[in-house]
């Protein structure tokens, strides 16, 4: 399994719950069934260019964001802002935060994929 297609289908799994759609309702809106899309959400396989590009329309943001993880741009500006306004020792320890809590979501949404 392909560690990045695992990364993409939890970014697609979390966005579709935070969303609020079952994999079945979006599977419909994909045309693509549900096994498949669990499949996806899994890693197992990688969305085709197209359904990307409907998820991005479905679920929101860009296909970045699902292939990458990127941010936007907005979101981007207003962490970095914070954190300079801290002094140095507490960001380093936002930045220990951070690294922790990403190793945890990952944690618990391969746990999720896994069941």
Known sequence: MNPD????????????KEKGYTQEQLAELLGISNGHLSC???GYYLPTT?????LCDILGETPNYYLIGEISVEKETQIISCLKSLPESYQKVVADSVCALVDAYVRDAQNLTNK
């Open 5 to 16: 297609a695992k990364l993409i289908g939890i970014r697609i799994m979390q966005k579709r």
């Open 40 to 42: 996806v959400e899994r």
């Open 50 to 54: 197209q359904n990307l590009f409907k």
